[in-house]
Nanobody
Framework: QVQLVESGGGLVQAGGSLRLSCAAS????????MGWFRQAPGKEREFVAA????????YYADSVKGRFTISRDNAKNMVYLQMNSLKPEDTAVYYC??????????????????????WGQGTQVTVSS
């Protein structure tokens, strides 16, 4: 079992930067695919970024490509989302998600929130114009 706790959210002006962190507990973190999702008021949850268990592969939504960077440190059980050039439309609650892929042989559906089995409580990001 993996527990996730996000931090690093806050209020920032458009064009600014924030770095979100996701602290994971549990021995299976290093074998977990991880992702970041966000949900704005009145909107559905949407995929932001994902990273493979090794960190060797990363995936991004078109809306954040070139501005956001996902990374992980398996030695520290941490996942990060560096967000640059923030826009007011990036305002949302950001969630960290994970799924153990140890012995997993099914289809990887990294952009689908339903594929993930672990979720954090979320951290609010507000970008002012």
């Amino acid at each position: 079992q993996v527990q996730l706790v996000e931090s690093g959210g806050g209020l920032v002006q458009a064009g600014g930067s924030l770095r979100l962190s996701c602290a994971a507990s549990g021995r299976t973190f290093s074998s977990a695919a991880m992702g970041w999702f966000r949900q704005a008021p009145g909107k559905e949850r949407e995929f932001v970024a994902a990273i493979s268990w090794s960190g060797g592969s990363t995936y991004y939504a078109d809306s954040v490509k070139g501005r956001f960077t996902i990374s992980r440190d398996n030695a520290k059980n941490m996942v990060y989302l560096q967000m640059n050039s923030l826009k007011p439309e990036d305002t949302a609650v950001y969630y960290c998600a994970g799924r153990s892929v140890l012995y997993y042989s099914g289809t990887y559906d990294r952009t689908n929130g339903a594929w993930y089995t672990y979720w954090g409580q979320g951290t609010q990001v507000t970008v002012s114009s």
